[in-house]
């Protein structure tokens, strides 16, 4: 059975779209630069387009093209170019050790530089031949060859690359510019809440943002033109959400789906002074009265609308970030929330989440408030030098997520007879935590970290944590002075193998001397147990 | 996907929230009886009521609460056949992907169909979701739930092994999930999978580094770029309701309020030593050494004298401020209060009178999931090297700039 697109699903796939796939008139268009900057760009028909000291082009020779791709920029005129790959350096037996950074000799002067640059020398070319006069460059090793070119590439190449303004892309342009403005939430965060939203096509939405139309966007992005957004906002005028513009919508994402309250018309006892739009036939004396008029009215009509929407309720989520009093808020909204609907409330600040949540747990309209710190480590990925990046971003803000319920006041909890537990059972236990990671694929790995938790010592053999599917065995030591041994190894293995596994390790067994004895025996069995399956 | 409706009806799926650690599915059959540790319940009745509604047990004593399905609360309460995903990663990768309303996503494999559901309501009914599962007993339960769960026209599921035999669709999907054991086997069919028109994702989800690499070598290979790796996970907080914490001048006083109770008994009972020339009962309990024993009450006295600053301010005495016996046994207690002593000036600056405030403290739960996989993305770009010099593009656009 194959599954080829004929052209005409195609073109109405792309009706579905929430934005062209290619770049239009009129479109912000964001920029990756040869240092990793990204500059967001108005891409305007029949215009220049500055990309700072890079240089300009003609906004003609963007439009149309579809997003992703890199650039050189020679004369005002783009080039597509591959996109790049990561360089192979394999295993080079390499290192800087010789390498003084900053000293390279320069063998072509600036003026030389600018000279190559002005008679429209290739970027790739003046680096060859900087690095052909390099006096000292055959001594450089390949890693800091790649090292140099890298400079240097950097340094002179015309090359950007247009960022598909996905959610994504423009969550994290937005964070890396001024987080504040986004109210700390990063691409994760924004994930999370989304999901825990539970946003889709065809849902009814309210939302409260104050993080300049992030979670606007993001919910618009999601419900690509079907359903119902109706947001809360602090002004007078319709609300400006700033980074909706960067998503470069088409209108329908929008149009259909958002409508605005804000917090005096979103009262149910708000009486709005509007003047008089009912104005008889008769006494309309111009088309511009007449205009004044009719836009007047459709203003009024949408107000009441939207109003009416708004109070009879039955929406799927609330969705707050706010830099309001979230109880405040919860408590004006909550009504118009259906049951089982979620709250999802988002903070920089974990201490506003906290005593909402102590709010939230005087009454009876919140299934489980709960709050959780999302977590993001990104990784360089470059051949032999893998490592998580040096430079992270500390937070990405809190959320609270708990779901609408109706209450039953005459339910009365079951009360279980507390069950007497060990006295052991809660102390704090130092403990070593070995790892044998990966038996199938590399060399054993074993890794030992020191870690201090609370662990339930009912039985050697209760499982501590559950890692993921995979070859791996662990192999958990909680020691005060070696009480229990233990041992498990999880997913792709089958339960007996584990099984098998953790009794060859021979639990319960003492001394540091077992050890090694341990994690041997736990491999072999992993070991085996793996080459069974596969 | 699952009904929208306002009240339960009979054959909704529904989800049954126990407790938080003890959510399950239900698919409410008049007639049937739904039997848990908190309480006996009738299908029947909990038809018409509506979603989100706290239900109590027909004997009164235990409810529970009757839940809308969300793929969130299904991947709470679904029935494990493999490792699953949960929301932490499940949203990343959804988000970096780009899957939305109308995408079009592949996944292998299925297992037990957590991040299937999530994906499914995120495209919605104009989008597709190819899922390949080659354990064939996982494939046909996931089959089934699909079908139970209405995604029967999102989700289209197919039993096989994509290493070997790659994919069902060509130049189709916008996103690619790989959720395998060697996801570097099934690149190069990812590659014939995805569409060309635009830029295309992938992501490769595996716990082990060594996994990665290869991985990266054969996105690498195959010409995906922007490959990059991240880890993410979700740290739940711990709440709990406290009094305000004690300053430590409250302290202070305390001590040397003790302290000048102790002066005090020493000193009336080196003037009781000396006025006494009869022996009297206390030497009947054969006091051991005198100074040990002043200084023992002492000790109990300050601590005694802790507690009672508490107490004396709130009456609904919390746990902490049970009297403790060396307080209310101390045989010195009345005979302080018989002899003229220097404490007698009233004690420390207690507290404010009113109930202590309350305060809320928040910290990470000390139990915390430290990995669960990398996720490693790349993406492919409609670049075509141009096959022969292109139509020049570059000398069409050197035409002269358009007058204002
Ligand atoms: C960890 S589970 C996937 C869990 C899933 N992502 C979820 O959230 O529930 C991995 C599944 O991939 C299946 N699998 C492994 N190799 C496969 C292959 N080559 N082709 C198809 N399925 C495969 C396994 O049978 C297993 O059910």
């Known amino acids: 059975m194959i599954f080829a697109m004929t052209s005409h699903d195609a073109s109405s796939l792309q009706e579905l779209d929430s934005r062209d796939v290619t770049i239009q008139s ?306 004006k909204l909550i009504p118009y929330v259906a049951g089982s609907g979620s709250v999802v409330v988002h903070s920089p600040h974990l201490q506003i989440l906290a005593d909402l949540q102590t709010q939230m747990r005087t009454t009876s309209q919140f299934l489980s408030p709960t709050i959780t710190e999302p977590w993001l480590r990104r990784y360089q990925i470059l051949p032999g030098r893998t490592h998580p990046t040096m430079n992270t971003s500390g937070s990405g803000g809190f959320i609270l997520h708990a779901i609408k319920i109706y209450d039953d006041p005459n339910a009365s909890a079951i009360t279980f007879p507390r069950r007497t537990k060990p006295k052991k059972a809660k102390t704090e236990h130092e403990g070593i935590e070995l790892f044998l990671h990966d038996a199938w694929l590399g060399p054993w790995y074993i890794g030992v970290r020191r870690i201090q938790r609370r662990v339930a010592l009912k039985s050697p053999m209760s499982p501590i944590v559950l890692q993921r599917h995979s070859c791996m065995v662990f192999v958990y030591i909680f020691e005060r002075n070696l009480h229990y041994v233990h041992a498990m190894s999880a997913g792709l293995l089958s339960r007996e193998s584990r099984m098998r596994a953790m009794s060859r390790s021979g639990v319960n067994t003492f001394g540091r001397e077992v050890y090694n004895q341990l994690i041997v025996q736990c491999a072999l069995a992993a070991n085996l147990a793996l080459q069974g399956q596969l | 996907m699952w009904s929208t409706a306002r009240e339960i009806a009979a054959g909704d799926l529904v989800i049954i929230w126990l407790t938080r650690d003890l959510v399950q599915p239900l698919i409410i059959t008049p007639g049937k009886d739904f039997n848990s540790k908190f309480g006996h319940y009738r299908h029947a009745d909990l038809v018409g009521i509506p979603y989100g509604s706290k239900v109590a047990s027909r004997t009164g004593k235990g409810f529970i609460h009757v839940l809308r399905p969300t793929p969130e609360l299904w991947t709470m309460a679904l029935p494990h056949r493999t490792q699953i995903l949960y929301l932490a990663d499940i949203a990343f990768i959804t988000s970096h992907l780009n899957i939305k309303r109308g995408s079009r996503v592949i996944e292998a494999g299925t297992g037990s169909g957590s991040f299937s559901h999530s994906v499914a309501r995120t495209v919605g009914s104009i989008g597709h979701l190819w899922s390949y599962e080659f354990h064939e007993v996982r494939a046909s339960k996931a089959r089934e739930e699909f079908a139970r769960h209405g995604m029967n026209d999102i989700v289209t599921l197919t039993h096989r092994n994509v290493c070997k035999d790659g994919f069902t669709v060509t130049d189709a999907v916008d996103a690619v999930f790989l959720d395998l054991p060697a996801p570097w086997e099934a690149v190069e069919h990812a590659k014939v999978a995805l569409r060309k028109d635009r830029t295309t994702r992938i992501c490769c989800f595996s716990p ?107 009456d609904g005495a919390p746990l902490d401020a049970v009297p403790t016996p060396a307080m209310d046994l101390d045989p010195h207690e009345e005979s302080d209060a018989a002899l003229p002593t220097t404490v007698a000036s009233p004690p420390a600056p207690s507290p404010s009178p009113i109930a202590p405030k309350k305060i809320s403290v928040s910290k990470v739960m000390p139990e915390v999931r430290g990995h669960t996989s990398y996720l490693t993305f790349a993406s492919l770009q409609p670049f075509e090297p141009p096959a022969e010099p292109a139509p020049s593009a570059a000398a069409a656009m050197l035409a002269p700039k358009p007058k204002p």
């Open chain 1, 26 to 331: 009129g479109d912000l268009v964001l920029l990756r630069l040869p240092n990793g900057d990204v500059k967001g760009v108005k891409v305007e028909k029949n215009s220049t387009v500055a990309v700072g000291r890079l240089g300009s082009f003609h906004a003609n020779e963007l439009i149309g093209q579809p997003y992703g791709l890199t650039y050189e920029m020679a004369n005002k005129i783009l080039k597509a170019v591959p996109p790049r790959t990561l360089q192979e350096v394999e295993d080079t037996e390499a290192t800087n050790e010789l390498i003084n950074d900053g000293e390279f000799v320069q063998p072509l002067t600036i003026d030389e530089i600018e000279k190559l640059k002005a008679s429209g020398v290739h970027v790739s070319d003046m680096i060859k031949m900087q690095i052909e006069q390099h006096a000292n460059y055959s001594l450089k090793t390949e890693y800091s060859k790649e090292k140099y070119k890298k400079r240097k590439e950097e340094k002179y190449s015309k090359s950007f690359t247009t960022i598909e303004p996905t959610l994504f892309n423009v969550c994290e342009y937005w964070f890396n510019k001024d987080r504040a403005r986004i109210r700390d939430i990063r691409v994760d965060s924004l994930a999370q809440m989304l999901n825990l939203a539970n946003i889709r096509p065809g849902g009814r939405y309210l939302v409260v943002d104050d993080a300049s139309g992030l979670v606007v966007a993001g919910i618009l992005e999601r419900m690509g033109g079907e359903g119902r957004l109706l947001t809360i906002c602090d002004t007078d005028s319709p609300p400006a959400y700033p980074v909706v513009a960067n998503m470069n919508f088409k209108p329908h994402v929008t149009s259909g789906v958002l409508v605005s309250l804000n917090w005096a018309t979103s009262e149910e006892d708000y009486i709005p002074i509007i003047p008089p739009s009912d104005v008889p036939p008769d006494q309309i004396r111009s088309e511009r009265q007449k205009s004044r008029l009719n836009k007047r009215k459709a203003v009024t009509d949408l107000l009441t609308r939207t109003r009416d929407e708004l109070f009879s309720g039955e929406f799927d989520s609330l969705v707050v970030a706010s830099e309001y009093d979230p109880w405040s808020i919860l408590q």
């Open chain 2, 208 to 314: 082990c580094m060594e996994q990665v690499m290869r991985t990266v070598n054969a996105l690498n290979d195959a010409g995906f770029t922007e490959i990059t790796m991240y880890e993410t996970l979700l740290r739940p907080i711990d709440v709990s309701h406290v009094p305000v914490l004690q300053p430590v001048g409250e302290i202070s006083e305390k001590l040397k309020q003790a302290e000048r109770k102790r002066e005090d008994k020493r000193l009336k009972q080196i003037a009781a030593g000396r006025q006494s020339t009869s022996k009297r009962k206390r030497e009947d309990e054969g006091t051991p050494v005198k100074d040990q024993t002043i200084m023992e009450e002492a000790a109990e006295e300050a601590a005694g004298g802790s507690k009672r600053i508490k107490t004396d301010d709130e």
